[in-house]
């Protein structure tokens, strides 16, 4: 069965950090690129930070670009999400995504190209 488990959301104060986990399982970890993406109420789903281990590539949104990191351990099959810095307009549900077929993270942002989703993790950030 194929599983992505997010985990690390809730509420913090402008300025301060939350790790967000993406935990995997049920395929081939090294064949599958892993994206974040977020959504905030009434908005779209934002492609935010994307990483693929196969190509050795990642890509951040400009949205988020020096305050977010994104990095994994193919030994534990889970991608990070180091946010830093955080503000109110990151206040989202922040969901993890695979992309498989040996996506090139260069072509990240469309969330109809995932291949699996996680549940979701909330982040309020408060002002």
């Known amino acids: 069965e194929v599983q992505l488990v997010e985990s690390g959301g809730g509420l913090v104060q402008t300025g301060g950090s939350l790790r967000l986990s993406c935990a995997a399982s049920g395929f081939t970890f090294d064949e599958y690129a892993i994206g974040w993406f977020r959504q905030a109420p009434g908005k779209e789903r934002e492609g935010i930070s994307c990483i693929s281990k196969f190509h050795g590539s990642t890509y951040t949104a400009d949205s988020v670009k020096g305050r977010f990191t994104i990095s994994s351990d193919n030994a534990k099959k889970t991608v990070y999400l180091q946010m830093n810095n955080l503000k109110p307009e990151d206040t989202a549900v922040y969901y993890c995504?695979?992309?498989?077929?040996?996506?090139?993270?260069?072509?990240?942002?469309?969330?109809?190209?995932?291949?699996?989703w996680g549940q979701g993790t909330q982040v309020t950030v408060s002002s």
């Open positions: 995504a695979a992309f498989g077929g040996y996506y090139f993270c260069s072509e990240f942002g469309d969330h109809n190209e995932a291949d699996y």
